[in-house]
């Protein structure tokens, strides 16, 4: 042994003493901590079983006080005194006149089964002035069963359904044969107060807590009485169970080992006696019910205890030993030296890493676990940079899609039109001019129809290739929508030389593009404006470049035409109906608005309508919103038409609520004229306080052209009318401007699906990604999502799958006159 020992050397002997002290104190302190160990266990299992019942205790009276609530509501609950004043007035057994009656029944219990289901309980009755049994409900696995009592030759009939039917039907008997049909008072009770109580019943092995309430007219007199119950059963128990991992169990059979303490007396929980049994604790605490008492018995497996407490000893003497080794530890100036330098080295190799530095640092090398940690530093460093730079990456791929066409990868209509407010501050800076083209493809649509929207999104691609190809770098092209393209021209110093870009782009499209089996002829017509001559800003140059360009197909497609105010034909048109306009704006009986119903994607029901607005001019005829509401807005007439739009409808709404039609919204399309230029706060105050509409009854659709015009204006002005209570939506959302950033600022409700992207869902990917990615950002920013032009099942079931909140769109309705909306909700 002595040579043994003689031969270790220091570490090894060192090691040997420290084993050997550790043994020694373990069997010194084990022997003092056994004894320590299991008095606090026990007292933690009294803790335990006391915190058990004071859950319960908590719990029954959290139980009786949300009774006690749940059924004080009809007190003050008009509607439901009123139908049990009918029912007591009018019941005649012998003379039961079932029309009146069981109609007022039927929703009495379909306001006690909302109620009961609101507070979570399980059975509510009522009994009428006379306490007999008028209705009840009960809750069971497959839904509430619903009761109520009529009479038929003075005998006593029962109608009863399962709250999924939609019939009542008779029934022979109660079935359940624990509800009394005459009313027993228990008002005699210490616990009364103002005709209430809470009582205790046993049932089928579990705890029924009832709270009684009887209602009282204004003189005083009982008119009715109503009870309310939740049942503490096994489905409690065995959650309770669970969350305090203890067995607990609810019996009428007492255990004599022990004293019973009261439940419901908070202050015996500290005296509950604790009995030691022979594989457990026991704990026992009664309740009195109305028929025996009721035993609560908490029961803790010593097993579990027991390997607790095992667990618990070894960590402790484990404990113990880390102390003494590292007490040990601390002496060792040898370890301190070893482990002290590589520590500080890898510290400093960390260091570089926090500060952004991520070369290779100089390893450990002292064949151990510091010197693997050092090299995975570095391995780190490697990792944490190669991620930095996906992440950079990332971010500028996302921000390139988010101002690039997908499908042709060119700039964007976002793009477009900061490239082109740009060019006009430096236009207008240094006195020079600049074009704005405005391209349409002929007859696109007919190449969707026939050949495909594979086959046109090709075309897309080789016409956005091409006409990059005709265009120098310093002019900018970008697609906007569908088959049409912009193209910003800068610095023109002659209109001639913007007259032959054109031409050019023109005849390139007179080589055939080919895809496959296929070859396709496809011309374009291009419409000019020249800032200054045409417009001062963004909208002015591309409207009348769109406009131009649609002159340019009137000659025959495939041509081009720069913007001119001297469109004689444009212009005799469009004061034909400016002065149709005029004249109608006098007595605005030419115009006449139609409702849109808009449906709920749960319910399937209308739950609001939008107004639209239709014109029937006496020179004109019946005139489209697309040709006169731009129209209106230039001229300005669109603020009278608006002001009229907004009483009638409002008007209207409030008809329809005072009819029965309890919508709950009506959806008001408002120009950004209106809100620019006219006083629409004290508009809209003016027409709530006249149709006594409430405000937030009322939503006002924008469009994001009006956002962009001025987007801090616009934020100011629609927050006055939200801070008003008038819901607010953006219309056609994704077709203009859409932008995160003024969703943030912008105090609106609700998103609206432009019909352009439901058009082809869900067979294209494109609109399928739009419609997602709209859908999404409006649950990012919880806003109300609604779609327009929905016209066919599968369109619905994609909303309907994505989490779409409301429709709108021929598939239920076409826009219709007010009589016929009050057919429609009727039918719905």
């Keep these: 042994m002595k040579s043994f020992f003689a031969n270790l050397n220091l570490i090894n002997k060192l090691s040997l003493v420290i084993v050997l002290s550790v043994f020694v104190s373990i069997g010194f302190l084990g022997l003092y901590f056994d004894a320590f160990l299991k008095d606090i266990y026990f007292q933690s299992t009294k803790k335990r079983i006391h915190h058990g019942f004071e859950r319960i205790f908590s719990d029954i009276q959290k139980i009786s006080y949300e009774l006690g609530e749940g059924i004080t509501?009809?007190?003050?609950?008009?509607?439901?005194?009123?139908?049990?004043?009918?029912?007591?007035?009018?019941?005649?057994?012998?003379?039961?006149?079932?029309?009146?009656?069981?109609?007022?029944?039927?929703?009495?219990?379909?306001?006690?089964?909302?109620?009961?289901?609101?507070?979570?309980?399980?059975?509510?009755?009522?009994?009428?002035?006379?306490?007999?049994?008028?209705?009840?409900?009960?809750?069971?696995?497959?839904?509430?069963?619903?009761?109520?009592?009529?009479?038929?030759?003075?005998?006593?009939?029962?109608?009863?359904?399962?709250?999924?039917?939609?019939?009542?039907?008779?029934?022979?008997?109660?079935?359940?044969?624990?509800?009394?049909?005459?009313?027993?008072?228990?008002?005699?009770?210490?616990?009364?107060?103002?005709?209430?109580?809470?009582?205790?019943?046993?049932?089928?092995?579990?705890?029924?807590?009832?709270?009684?309430?009887?209602?009282?007219?204004s003189a005083k007199q009982v008119v009715?009485?109503?009870?309310?119950?939740?049942?503490?059963?096994?489905?409690?128990?065995?959650?309770?169970?669970?969350?305090?991992?203890?067995n607990i169990s609810l019996s009428s059979d007492s255990n004599d080992t022990q004293k019973s303490i009261n439940l419901l007396n908070k202050s015996d929980i500290e005296n509950t006696n604790i009995v030691q049994l022979e594989q457990s604790y026991l704990g026992e605490a009664t309740i009195a019910t109305q028929s025996e008492n009721v035993n609560f018995m908490i029961l803790l497996d010593k097993a579990t205890l027991t390997k607790t407490l095992y667990e618990n000893r070894t960590k402790l003497l484990l404990f113990l030993v880390v102390v003494i080794l590292f007490m040990l530890l601390l002496?060792?100036?040898?370890?301190?030296?070893?482990?002290?330098?590589?520590?500080?080295?890898?510290?400093?190799?960390?260091?570089?890493?926090?500060?952004?530095?991520?070369?290779?640092?100089?390893?450990?090398?002292?064949?151990?676990?510091?010197?693997?940690?050092?090299?995975?530093?570095?391995?780190?460093?490697?990792?944490?940079?190669?991620?930095?730079?996906?992440?950079?990456?990332?971010?500028?791929?996302?921000?390139?899609?988010?101002?690039?066409?997908?499908?042709?990868?060119?700039?964007?209509?976002?793009?477009?039109?900061?490239?082109?407010?740009?060019?006009?501050?430096?236009?207008?800076?240094?006195?020079?001019?600049?074009?704005?083209?405005?391209?349409?493809?002929?007859?696109?649509?007919?190449?969707?129809?026939?050949?495909?929207?594979?086959?046109?999104?090709?075309?897309?691609?080789?016409?956005?290739?091409?006409?990059?190809?005709?265009?120098n770098n310093n002019d900018t092209l970008a697609r906007?929508?569908?088959?049409?393209?912009?193209?910003?021209?800068?610095?023109?110093?002659?209109?001639?030389?913007?007259?032959?870009?054109?031409?050019?782009?023109?005849?390139?499209?007179?080589?055939?593009?080919?895809?496959?089996?296929?070859?396709?002829?496809?011309?374009?017509?291009?419409?000019?404006?020249?800032?200054?001559?045409?417009?001062?800003?963004?909208?002015?140059?591309?409207?009348?470049?769109?406009?131009?360009?649609?002159?340019?197909?009137?000659?025959?497609?495939?041509?081009?035409?720069?913007?001119?105010?001297?469109?004689?034909?444009?212009?005799?048109?469009?004061?034909?109906?400016?002065?149709?306009?005029?004249?109608?704006?006098?007595?605005?009986?030419?115009?006449?608005?139609?409702?849109?119903?808009?449906?709920?994607?749960?319910?399937?029901?209308i739950v609001a309508v939008e107004a639209l607005i239709r014109w029937n001019s006496a020179s004109l005829g019946l005139v489209r919103p697309d040709d006169f509401i731009t129209l209106a807005?230039?001229?300005?007439?669109?603020?009278?038409?608006?002001?009229?739009?907004?009483?009638?409808?409002?008007?209207?709404?409030?008809?329809?609520?005072?009819?029965?039609?309890?919508?709950?919204?009506?959806?008001?399309?408002?120009?950004?004229?209106?809100?620019?230029?006219?006083?629409?706060?004290?508009?809209?105050?003016?027409?709530?306080s006249q149709t006594g509409i409430n405000a937030n009854q009322i939503e006002i659709e924008i469009t994001e052209s009006y956002i962009a015009m001025n987007e801090q204006d616009a934020v100011d002005t629609l927050r006055e009318l939200r801070n008003l209570g008038i819901e607010l939506a953006i219309d056609d959302f994704g077709t203009g401007y859409s932008s995160m950033s003024y969703l943030q600022k912008l105090p609106v409700t609700r998103l609206k699906i432009d019909k352009s992207f439901i058009d082809d869902l869900p067979h294209s990917q494109e609109s399928v990604a739009v419609a997602k990615a709209i859908i999404a950002l409006a649950k990012t920013f919880n806003l109300a999502i609604t779609a327009e032009g929905v016209e066919n099942e599968e369109q619905l079931n994609f909303l309907d799958e994505n989490g779409c909140d409301e429709i709108q769109g021929y598939y239920y309705s076409k826009p219709l006159s007010l009589a016929d909306l009050k057919e429609f909700c009727k039918r719905s």
């Design 480 to 605: 906007i929508g569908g088959d049409e393209f912009n193209i910003l021209i800068e610095n023109v110093e002659d209109i001639k030389d913007v007259e032959a870009i054109v031409q050019a782009l023109i005849h390139n499209f007179q080589e055939s593009f080919v895809f496959g089996e296929y070859e396709i002829s496809s011309t374009v017509s291009i419409g000019i404006s020249i800032y200054p001559d045409d417009g001062q800003d963004i909208v002015s140059l591309i409207k009348n470049a769109d406009l131009a360009m649609y002159k340019a197909k009137d000659m025959g497609r495939n041509n081009y035409s720069f913007f001119s105010s001297s469109f004689s034909e444009y212009i005799e048109d469009r004061i034909k109906r400016i002065n149709a306009l005029k004249y109608a704006t006098l007595t605005h009986e030419e115009f006449f608005l139609l409702y849109q119903p808009k449906i709920s994607m749960k319910t399937k029901k």
């Design 224 to 246: 009715a009485h109503i009870e309310m119950s939740h049942v503490v059963g096994k489905t409690y128990l065995a959650s309770l169970s669970h969350d305090l991992d203890m």
């Design 633 to 688: 807005e230039d001229t300005g007439l669109i603020l009278s038409i608006g002001d009229w739009v907004l009483r009638q409808a409002c008007s209207d709404f409030v008809l329809l609520q005072n009819e029965g039609y309890l919508l709950e919204q009506i959806s008001i399309n408002m120009s950004g004229v209106q809100l620019q230029k006219s006083n629409m706060l004290q508009t809209l105050e003016s027409v709530i």
């Design 73 to 217: 509501f009809i007190e003050n609950d008009e509607n439901f005194l009123a139908s049990i004043d009918l029912v007591n007035n009018y019941q005649n057994k012998q003379d039961y006149d079932a029309i009146l009656l069981d109609e007022e029944k039927k929703s009495i219990v379909k306001q006690l089964l909302d109620r009961v289901k609101l507070s979570l309980n399980d059975e509510i009755m009522l009994y009428d002035k006379s306490g007999e049994l008028m209705a009840l409900v009960v809750k069971e696995p497959s839904g509430y069963y619903e009761c109520f009592i009529s009479y038929e030759n003075g005998e006593i009939v029962r109608y009863a359904k399962n709250e999924h039917d939609t019939e009542y039907k008779k029934c022979d008997k109660m079935r359940y044969t624990h509800i009394d049909f005459n009313h027993k008072s228990y008002y005699n009770q210490k616990e009364v107060i103002d005709r209430s109580a809470i009582t205790y019943h046993y049932l089928n092995n579990e705890l029924l807590i009832k709270s009684h309430q009887s209602i009282q007219n």
């Design 331 to 471: 002496f060792r100036f040898l370890f301190i030296k070893i482990l002290a330098e590589p520590i500080k080295k890898l510290m400093v190799q960390i260091s570089k890493i926090e500060q952004g530095d991520y070369s290779k640092s100089e390893y450990l090398f002292t064949n151990d676990e510091l010197q693997s940690i050092s090299k995975n530093i570095n391995q780190l460093a490697m990792a944490v940079e190669e991620r930095e730079h996906d992440l950079q990456r990332s971010r500028k791929h996302l921000e390139y899609i988010s101002y690039h066409d997908a499908l042709t990868d060119l700039p964007n209509r976002r793009f477009f039109s900061i490239k082109l407010n740009r060019a006009l501050e430096m236009a207008k800076t240094y006195k020079k001019k600049v074009a704005v083209l405005f391209l349409d493809l002929d007859q696109f649509k007919q190449v969707n129809d026939t050949l495909g929207h594979n086959v046109g999104d090709e075309l897309l691609v080789s016409v956005a290739h091409r006409l990059s190809q005709s265009l």
